[in-house]
């Protein structure tokens, strides 16, 4: 949500708490984000997990067995 240089400083704001440790739980649809924040996926549906694990392996099975 917001015009694109606010999502810039909040996606650069996430990055720089997840340098510091940080635990972050980014919750989205966009594929390419998520590669690029997030060293780890889980994907839900219907309330239980259905794929946990390194970002491009759970995005790969999403993409090929949704």
Request: net charge positive; charged share 25%; aromatic share 6%.
């Amino acid at each position: 949500v917001g015009d694109v240089n606010f999502r810039l400083k909040c996606l650069a704001r996430i990055r720089e708490m997840a340098r510091e440790g940080r635990t972050v739980i980014f919750v989205s649809h966009s594929m390419e984000t998520l590669q690029d924040l997030c060293p780890r996926t889980i994907v839900i549906n219907h309330g239980r997990i259905q794929h946990d694990g390194p970002t491009e392996q759970i995005l790969q099975k999403y993409r090929y067995h949704p």
